[in-house]
């Protein structure tokens, strides 16, 4: 019987979504892939992310996963409207994420951050007007924001300034509902909030994801797990900073295996 959960994302920002899902499904069992030796895929072309996500989807079918959860908008953005892989359900991150950012903004202003990859493909724009045709959406790439994170340079006064800088124009214009559209931006919200104030609704995709994947168990399409509960993290390249940066980004959730692999 397939077990465990899939889950997958250019380097360690997918954390920040495995550990929102792990505490939401408590008795389940994940499997998560970072891609750390060929991030960033930010500033990649579709094509080359399109290859990469194929390899990782095959590694997590090999792995014996029930679903596949893409928490790598970049990547999401080259699988956007795909259901399945090979029989196995396939989950992105955009489609929860936008329809997340409509059921709370209030003035149907909604500002989009991402990578390069991602802004430039305007997967959120067009999901949110198709969704809600009369909303006024902003798209800004943030690309030096997956490095600081990678750095672990969180609640710092450079990151700030960066975010500053990227941020002016949604400020300007009172965009009050963000979509955080990147994995790595959960970790320094705030950074974000510092510059956008207390007031600003930032959307992410971890909560909407989990809303989407309960879905799943509802209708009977997943069957919870039993047995011994395994928080699996596999990257394709595993250095003592990344080892460090995984724990605290997953505390107090568990790993309980971390290894190198080769896809
Ligand atoms: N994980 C990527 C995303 O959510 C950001 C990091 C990268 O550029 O690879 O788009």
């Keep these: 019987m397939r077990k465990a959960i899939g889950i997958f994302d250019s380097g360690l920002g997918g954390l920040?979504?495995?550990?929102?899902?792990?505490?939401?499904?408590?008795?389940?069992?994940?499997?998560y892939l970072g891609d750390i030796a060929r991030l960033p895929y930010g500033n990649k072309s579709p094509e080359t992310i399109r290859r990469y996500g194929l390899q990782i989807l095959a590694f997590l079918k090999n792995q014996n996963v029930k679903a596949i959860i893409i928490a790598c908008?970049?990547?999401?953005?080259?699988?956007?409207?795909?259901?399945?892989?090979?029989?196995?359900?396939?989950?992105?991150?955009?489609?929860?994420?936008?329809?997340?950012a409509l059921a709370v903004t209030t003035d149907d202003k909604i500002a989009v951050l991402g990578t390069s990859a991602t802004i430039r493909s305007h997967a959120y724009r067009d999901t949110l007007k198709s969704m809600a045709p009369g909303v006024e959406v902003i798209e800004q790439a943030c690309p030096l924001l997956v490095p600081l994170v990678e750095e672990g340079m969180v609640d710092d006064t450079i990151t700030e300034q960066i975010a500053r800088r990227y941020l002016s124009e949604i400020k300007s214009k009172n965009f009050s509902t963000v979509i955080l559209g990147c994995t790595h931006y959960p970790v320094i919200k705030?950074?974000?909030?510092?510059?956008?104030?207390?007031?600003?609704?930032?959307?992410?995709?971890?909560?909407?994801?989990?809303?989407?994947?309960?879905a799943l168990y509802q209708d009977n399409i997943l069957i919870p797990d039993v047995g011994t509960r395994q928080i699996r993290v596999c990257i394709t390249d595993l250095?003592?900073?990344?080892?460090?940066?995984?724990?605290?980004?997953?505390?107090?959730?568990p790993i309980t295996d971390l290894e190198r692999v080769v896809l």
């Design 239 to 253: 250095t003592d900073h990344f080892e460090r940066l995984a724990h605290k980004l997953m505390f107090p959730e």
């Design 73 to 100: 908008n970049s990547a999401s953005t080259v699988f956007l409207g795909e259901k399945e892989f090979e029989g196995i359900p396939l989950l992105n991150v955009i489609e929860p994420g936008a329809a997340a």
């Design 190 to 214: 705030t950074d974000l909030i510092k510059v956008l104030g207390e007031d600003v609704k930032l959307v992410e995709s971890g909560d909407a994801l989990a809303d989407e994947l309960k």
């Design 16 to 31: 920040t979504v495995l550990k929102v899902l792990a505490q939401r499904f408590p008795n389940e069992s994940f499997c």
